[in-house]
Each structure stands twice: as structure tokens, then as C-alpha cells.
């Protein structure tokens, strides 16, 4: 009896399940799988639209000979390498009409045209002309013979289902000369906006945590950046940020603190000397940082703040019996508590801002020095139409992820046990 | 100790200070003032010595008219001394010191003795800096979004410094930016698809996740915790991975340029997300609940739909908002998948929008303005709703 009960539990889930399984499956790890196959594969965007045959009719009248009609079917290969093999075509045409001359590839029976054109290679082009005449002499719907479609059918390869593999995609990712580069500024711009984004969710908490008038006004305030729509606030940085006319830089120089407008999201390097040291910093991808950060402290905002209203009161109230200062109390009792917050927060923050494509792209479109891995998935992708090249480096985002978070766990597996 | 303890409370209120002043200015500056400079030295020298005198008056005068006579003090200084500006700008000044000297109010000689009150100080100016800091960093933003989308190009053009509203040029030419994006750049049609998508993604997402989550909430079978972990390792994966394959498999489906295949991955990304949340409040309804409804031979369609959906109706619309929310931002996606206008979304529509240089700004804050706006609508209106399901599940992104 309890059997029977476990059993269609059992049935009762996978029913329930089974579509969300499916079609996560369907879209998400399938095409992982899919994406591993298509880097060993060369392959650009124009291949992978399946080749077609295809036919354009024509119909145009004889002059004096009314019941007869000209046909001209326009006919060609869709695709511009590839054949396709054992072309056929079929149309129909009324009840009246018989045909004047057939072609040797084709064929009239119960006023239905079949025609066997064999291989067409690619970019294939023909016209082809079929005369016809009506038997009873009545007049001829042009139109009416017009709307009656050409069935055209075909075989071909699906470029993506041989099997021709090749290595070439990932020896062009790894040891093309920018991968370095293309690695520090992933590096670079994940880590900075990961820690920066920290940082300001833990000033922000420990400031709405303190009693103020407009406590949840500031707190919905603050998650404003992390919930209005990508392309809207990047627009509208990319405004205030403008060298000729956007807001900062005439602010900047109404007030004299510069005297020509700095092009912050569309220079590459700036000079800056600091106690004598002169130095290049990075400018736009500093500024893509910043954006960065400004997006998404909110999420450490409140995962931090959340962690701060469930402290112990009295564990602050001790610290007051013992005379501590509020600074002490911070790194002392805070801290240590919202520690294994910040190192989840770090994890999922650095694992989004890796593989964050939205952000850079709409600001710099990847110019002046901010091409992230990402970036260049749609860069080589779709830029360049190299579809195996943006599979080749999309799989590579994935393992440097995975190692990531094997080596994090493994760090993250040793502070526990330490403790 | 004392004299140690006095100067550094007088230099931290003057920083804050000498912050609330520049902020001041600022706002002045954008509302089409020509200031030129932040006189931080005078202003520096008035604040300590303000502060320095306040803390030596403390006792003698009442704090309302000490506030009166400071404010006045300064705005006199700096408003009419200094620079000659409209009337209003010194009654912020006035307003902006009044605040100023009501805050320091609360510090005097006998608290200053007491041990740690330089950190506490420090504490306490910071916070206020903080709040003030914070919200102009980010409604300025929004704030310039609004009113840029009210201007004309000219204006533009030739004042990039005046975000002043001008009421009195008619409510047509203040909304002129967005008759002519709904008239001549279709965001009619785009806001109508934007919704179909967002609202479909909400209704397929709570058909499969709603059975999906009640199953890994109550019920045991094999592959139980496989399920339950595999569906927060997919919400970590970067969706820039899926991008390539899904293109080229879309392309050949030919789901590319349509709704369908927008529901599709939206649906497919939203859905871990909604199960994480929905089976974590499932797990609170009490049991008792359906071990009666069993015993009344009820189906699991049945107890879904008469016992689960009507108890956790806060949880199912705070997974609607967030999935709602999701779709609506969405932008990569609809990057990849759409390149025929008469099938953009919102967002896509704004990034082709800028694509070309000759678009007027105002036209693209325009745009920016409606894509926004719906959503911080939602989130300030059911912000209790969504606040408890962010830290439960956080948002993607």
C-alpha cells in the first residue's frame, strides 16, 4: 500500500516537473553542449542559414496570341556555398491550360508540373520558361495564375551537423596577441567593480542601519540604479559624461577644475601624477567600472543590510559596557558578522560582472581599452561573423568561471574548516 | 585633550559644511546660475568659525535664534558679499546653514570630554554625508534623464549647464520630445510589445514553475536534490554563453524576429529563479492543509489549484513583479534576436534609436524615460514585496 503511495508521488512529480526540466534543458543546457560542438567547428553567420531553393514566377502574355501564356520561373540557390542536391518542383496550374513545350527534365499529368532538376551548386541561377495554351480559347487570369506558389524541395548538408572538427578557433583565441590584454581588462573590470561594489554596499547598510527621518525612502533610493532598465542608464551616463556638451565636463569647467573636457568613456589612458609618481590610468575602463559599481551595490546593499538588522542588539550593548568606540564596534562586531555575506555576495557578484555583456557594450561598445571576454563573444560572433570563434571564446569564459569557483570553494572549504 | 578634541569637531562639521554648501551650489549652477567657484577658503574659514563659536555660545543663547543669527551671518557673506544671485539661492543658502548649525546644535564642551566623542562625531557627520552624497549620486541621473527629455535641441546646445524646466512654454512644446517618438519612431508599437513579452513571460513562467516548485517543496522522488542544486548552479550561468548557439539554432527554426522565441528564453531564465523563490514559501504552508485535501481525494491539480495558489498569492505576485521586471529590462537577448523594427522590444528599440548619430538627445531621454518609468513605478509601489524576494533570490544581473 505505501508502495503504491511512493509511487505515484513519484509519477505525480516528474509530471510536474517535467515541462520546466524540458524546457530549461531545451534552452539552457542544450545549447552548452551546443556551444562546445560549434567551437571545434569553422563556422561564420552566413553558413548557418539552411540553403533553399527557391523560384520567382514570372508570368507575362504573348503578344497577339491570347490563349497562350508565357511562365518564367527565376530560379536559384539561396545560399552562396553551398549545392543542394536533387532539387524538385512542382506547380499547378487550371483546368483549361495545356503546355506547349516541356522541357526533358520535367514532366505534365492532370495539369501539375513536376520537374527533377537535379544538383544545383551554389549561387546557381536559371530561368526557366514554360509556354502554355488554354484549350477552350476563354481569357487568362493573370493574377489568378500569379498567386499560385512553386513548391520547390531539395537536399542539403547542415553545416552544423557534420563532422568536421578543427582546433583552429581556440588557437586563435589563446594565442592571438590580445588575449593577455583581453584577460586583464576581464580581470580588471570584474574585480574592481566586484570590490568596489562591496565596499559601497557595506557603507550604504551601515548608514540606512543608523535612525534617520526618510529611513525607507533612502533605502528604495538606493535600489533605484539596480532596478531601472540597462539601456536607459547608460544612455543617460554616456550624456552626463559627453567631452562636448555633457553635464560633468561643463560643470568641471564652470568651476575651473579642468580646462579642457575629458573624453572619460572615449580615451583610453590618462596621465595622472600622484606625489610625484606619474602614472597611466586606465580612463574609460575606470569610468565603465564606476558605472559598474554604481549598478550594482544595491544587490550587496541589501543582502549586507539584511545581515546587519539580524545582529544581536546586545552584542552592541556589551560593547558599550566596555567602552568601545563606534569604530572598534565596526571592525570588531560588524564586520565579523557580515563577513560570510560579503564572501557569497563576492562570489555571485564576481560570476555576473565576468560574464556582464549589457554594461560595457552600451557605454563603449568595447572601444578605447574596455573589450571584456564577453565583448568579444559578440565581438567575433557578430562583428567579425565568425560564429565558431565566438563559441571558441564563450567556452573559455566557462572554464575560467568553473576554475574560479572550484579554487573559491577550495579557499572558501579551508577558512571553514579553520575555523 | 579639550582644544585637541574642539578643533577636530570644528574641521569635521566645516567639511560637511563646506559639502552641503558645494552640493548647494551645484544645484544652483543647473538651474542656470553663474557661479564660478566654490569659494571653499571663505567658506571654510566661516564654518570653523562658526562651529568654534557655537560651541563657545552654546549655553548663552537659544539655539533657534543662534541658528537665525549663523544663517543670516553667512548668507550675508557669501550670498551678498560674494556673489550677487536671485533671492531664492540665499534662502536655500539661509535654509542649508539653518540645518547646519540645528545639527551641531546637539554637540557642546560636555560631550565633546566624554571618551571616543571624535569617532562618534565622525560617525554621526559621515551618515548625514552619506544620505546626501548617495541620493544625489543617484536621483541626479534620473533627475537629468527627466528634464532633458523636456528640452529642445537648442537648448541644449547652447546652456548643456541649465536643467531648469521651462512650464511656460505650453504642455505641447514641454512634451513635444514624446509626441514625436510615438508619432514618428513607432514607440507605440514597442511599448505594446514590450508588454506582451514581459506579461507572457510572467503567465507561461507561473504555469511551469508553480507545479515545478510545489513538487521539489512537498513531495519525494529520485532526483529530488539533483534538481534543487542544478537549479541554482543554472541561475549562476552567464546567459553571454547561450547567445551564439541559440542564435544559430534560432535562425535556422526561424524563431529569430519573433515574440515566440522571446517568450522562450525569457521563460527559460526566469525559471529557476521563480522555483527558487516559489518552493521556499511553499515549505511554510503547514501540511495539514493537504493531508485534508487528500484524504478528500483531491488531485495534485486540485490541491495546486485550491490550496497552494490561494495561500501563497503574496509569494506568486512578488515572483510576477520580479519575472515582470526581468523581461521588461532585458536587453541582451533582444540585441541577439531581433534586427527587424516592426519587432522590437522597448529597450532594443532605444539602442537602435542611438545607433544613429543624428537622433536627437531629448528624443533618446524621451525613450529612456518611458522604458524607466514603469518599473520604478512598480518597484516604489509593491517595494515590501520585493525587497523580502531580493534577498531571497536576487534579481539576475
Redesign the interface.
Known amino acids: 500500500m505505501n508502495d503504491t503511495l ?1 509511487n505515484t ?2 509519477k ?6 517535467l ?3 524540458l ?2 534543458f ?7 553542449f ?2 562546445v560542438w ?1 567551437s571545434f567547428k569553422e ?1 561564420e553567420l552566413k553558413d ?3 540553403p533553399e531553393p527557391r523560384a520567382k514566377k514570372i508570368v507575362k502574355s504573348i503578344a497577339e496570341e491570347t490563349s497562350k501564356i508565357k511562365i518564367l520561373y527565376k530560379l536559384r540557390n539561396s545560399s552562396l556555398i553551398q549545392e543542394i542536391r536533387d532539387v524538385s518542383f512542382q506547380d499547378n496550374f487550371p483546368k483549361n491550360f495545356e503546355i506547349v513545350n516541356l522541357d526533358p527534365r520535367c514532366d505534365y499529368k492532370n495539369y501539375n508540373l513536376k520537374c527533377e532538376f537535379g544538383n544545383w551548386p551554389a549561387k546557381y541561377r536559371e530561368n526557366f520558361q514554360v509556354i502554355f495554351e488554354t484549350n477552350d480559347g476563354s481569357k487568362i487570369d493573370k493574377k489568378k495564375l500569379k498567386s499560385i506558389k512553386p513548391k520547390l524541395d531539395g537536399k542539403s548538408d ?1 553545416i ?1 551537423l557534420n563532422t568536421n572538427f578543427t582546433l583552429k578557433n581556440f588557437k586563435k583565441v589563446l594565442f592571438d596577441n590580445e588575449f593577455i590584454d583581453l584577460l586583464l581588462t576581464t580581470f580588471y573590470y570584474t574585480f574592481f567593480g566586484t570590490v568596489g561594489s562591496i565596499i559601497f554596499g557595506i ?2 547598510a551601515q ?1 540606512v542601519n ?1 535612525k ?1 527621518y526618510g529611513r525607507t525612502f ?16 547608460a ?3 554616456e ?2 559624461l559627453d567631452p562636448n ?3 560633468l565636463n ?2 568641471l569647467i ?3 577644475i579642468i580646462e579642457t573636457p575629458i573624453n572619460l568613456l572615449g580615451q583610453k589612458y590618462i596621465e595622472i601624477s600622484v606625489l610625484g609618481f606619474d602614472f597611466k590610468l586606465r580612463l574609460a575602463l575606470t569610468t565603465v567600472i564606476m558605472f559598474e559599481i ?3 551595490f544595491p ?1 550587496a546593499f ?2 549586507i543590510l ?1 545581515r546587519l538588522q539580524a545582529i544581536p542588539k546586545e552584542l552592541y550593548e556589551a560593547a558599550d559596557v566596555d ?1 568601545a ?3 572598534q564596534k565596526f571592525f570588531k562586531i560588524t564586520l565579523p558578522q557580515i563577513t560570510a555575506v560579503i564572501s557569497i555576495l563576492f562570489m ?1 557578484r564576481f ?2 560582472n ?2 556582464k ?2 554594461d560595457v ?2 557605454l563603449t561598445g568595447g572601444a578605447s581599452g574596455t573589450r571584456t571576454l ?1 565583448i568579444n ?2 565581438q567575433q ?2 562583428a567579425i561573423s565568425d ?1 565558431g570563434m ?2 571558441a571564446v ?2 573559455v ?2 572554464v575560467l ?1 568553473l576554475m574560479f569557483m572550484f579554487f573559491y570553494f577550495k579557499l572558501l572549504g579551508k577558512r571553514v574548516d579553520e575555523n | 585633550m579639550k582644544i585637541k578634541n574642539t578643533i577636530l569637531f570644528s574641521l569635521i562639521a566645516t567639511f560637511f559644511l563646506i559639502f552641503l554648501v558645494s552640493i548647494w551650489k551645484i544645484l544652483a549652477t543647473l538651474q542656470g546660475l553663474t557661479i564660478k567657484t566654490f569659494n571653499i577658503e571663505i567658506i571654510f574659514i566661516i564654518g570653523f568659525l562658526i562651529s568654534l563659536f557655537h560651541l563657545i555660545f552654546n549655553d548663552k543663547i537659544k539655539p533657534i535664534y543662534k541658528s537665525i543669527i549663523f544663517s543670516s551671518l553667512f548668507v550675508i557673506f557669501d550670498g551678498y558679499l560674494i556673489q550677487k544671485l536671485p533671492l531664492w539661492y540665499n534662502v536655500g543658502t539661509f535654509l542649508i546653514i539653518y540645518f547646519f548649525v540645528s545639527k551641531i546644535n546637539k554637540y557642546n564642551f560636555t560631550n565633546l570630554k566624554e571618551e571616543h566623542s571624535t569617532q562618534v562625531i565622525l560617525f554621526d557627520f559621515l551618515t548625514l554625508f552619506g544620505i546626501l552624497f548617495f541620493s544625489f549620486v543617484i536621483l541626479f541621473p534620473f533627475y537629468m534623464m527627466l528634464v532633458t527629455s523636456f528640452k529642445t535641441q537648442i537648448a541644449l546646445l547652447v546652456n548643456p549647464l541649465d536643467f531648469s524646466i521651462n512650464f511656460g512654454q505650453g504642455l505641447k512644446d514641454l512634451f513635444n520630445s514624446y509626441f514625436v517618438i510615438f508619432k514618428s519612431y513607432n514607440f507605440g508599437k514597442y511599448i505594446i510589445t514590450s508588454t506582451i513579452v514581459s506579461v507572457g513571460t510572467v503567465i507561461i513562467t507561473l504555469l511551469f514553475a508553480i507545479p515545478a516548485a510545489y513538487a521539489v517543496a512537498r513531495l519525494n522522488f529520485f532526483g529530488k536534490t539533483f534538481l534543487s542544486t542544478s537549479i541554482l548552479i543554472i541561475y549562476m550561468f552567464p546567459a553571454i554563453v547561450l547567445v551564439i548557439p541559440l542564435y544559430t539554432i534560432f535562425s535556422q527554426l526561424g524563431l529569430r524576429n519573433s515574440i515566440e522565441g522571446l517568450l522562450i528564453v525569457y521563460t527559460a531564465t526566469t525559471l529557476p529563479v521563480a522555483i527558487y523563490m516559489l518552493q521556499g514559501y511553499f515549505k511554510s504552508i503547514p501540511k495539514e492543509l493537504e493531508e485534508a485535501a487528500i484524504l478528500d481525494r483531491l488531485s495534485w491539480f486540485g490541491i495546486i489549484t485550491k490550496i497552494i495558489i490561494p495561500l501563497s498569492i503574496p509569494a506568486i505576485s512578488s515572483v510576477a513583479l520580479y519575472v515582470f521586471m526581468i523581461a521588461w529590462n532585458e536587453f541582451l537577448f533582444s540585441l541577439m534576436f531581433l534586427d527587424n523594427p516592426n519587432s522590437f522590444t522597448l529597450s532594443r528599440a532605444i539602442q537602435y534609436l542611438s545607433g544613429d548619430a543624428e537622433t536627437p538627445r531629448q528624443y533618446l531621454m524621451a525613450g529612456s524615460v518611458i522604458v524607466t518609468l514603469p518599473v520604478l513605478f512598480i518597484f516604489v509601489y509593491f517595494e515590501k514585496y520585493l525587497v523580502s524576494g531580493l534577498t531571497a533570490g536576487s534579481v539576475k544581473g
Open positions: 511512493a508521488e513519484k505525480t512529480a516528474y509530471i510536474l516537473t515541462p520546466a526540466v524546457l530549461v531545451a534552452i539552457i543546457l542544450f545549447p552548452i551546443a556551444n560549434i563556422v548557418i542559414r539552411i547542415n552544423l557603507l550604504t548608514m543608523q534617520f533612502m533605502r528604495s533610493v538606493l535600489l533605484f540604479p539596480y532596478v531601472a532598465p540597462v539601456v536607459a542608464l544612455y543617460t551616463w550624456l552626463l556638451s555633457g553635464t561643463s560643470l564652470n568651476y575651473q554604481w549598478r550594482y544587490l541589501l543582502f539584511a567602552g568606540s563606534p569604530f555571485i560570476i555576473w565576468f560574464n555583456f549589457e557594450f552600451l564577453p563573444v559578440y560572433g557578430f560564429i565566438g563559441s564563450s567556452i569564459i566557462v568561471l
